[in-house]
């Protein structure tokens, strides 16, 4: 039976063959995922999904809505809010996926 900690599928099996010609598994945490964009569902740029990547810096991005939206979403959010604030817009007019970050530009 495998250990307690084992058992978890956190862990991906590897099937290997010992020296001694024993059948073994060994365990090894799953990759992490690759992040999306919260609006459209993109990859990422920019951020490093390595288990080892060492700075801030280098797991997000600095600007606003970093790590969590792409950049040309991002671009959208701030002419949106920008034109709620101006009058030009009503935030009923904006998609609800949108909305959220719209109102925590205006919020900010
Ligand atoms: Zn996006």
């Known amino acids: 039976m495998p250990k307690p900690m084992h ?3 956190s862990f ?3 099937d290997r063959v010992a020296r001694s010609g024993r059948h073994v598994l060994h365990y090894e945490r799953k990759k992490p995922s690759i992040p999306h964009c919260a609006i459209c569902g ?3 740029n920019g951020i490093s999904v390595s288990r080892n990547a060492k700075g801030k810096s280098r797991k997000s991005n600095s600007r606003i809505f ?3 939206l792409c950049s040309s979403c991002t671009a959208e959010v701030v002419k949106l809010a920008s034109r709620i604030e101006n009058g030009e817009m009503r935030v009923n007019d904006i998609g609800t996926r949108q909305r ?3 109102l925590q530009m205006i919020a900010h």
């Open 66 to 68: 970093g790590g969590v």
């Open 7 to 9: 058992r978890s599928r």
């Open 100 to 102: 959220g970050f719209v």
């Open 12 to 14: 991906r099996r590897l």
């Open 42 to 44: 993109s990859e990422l």
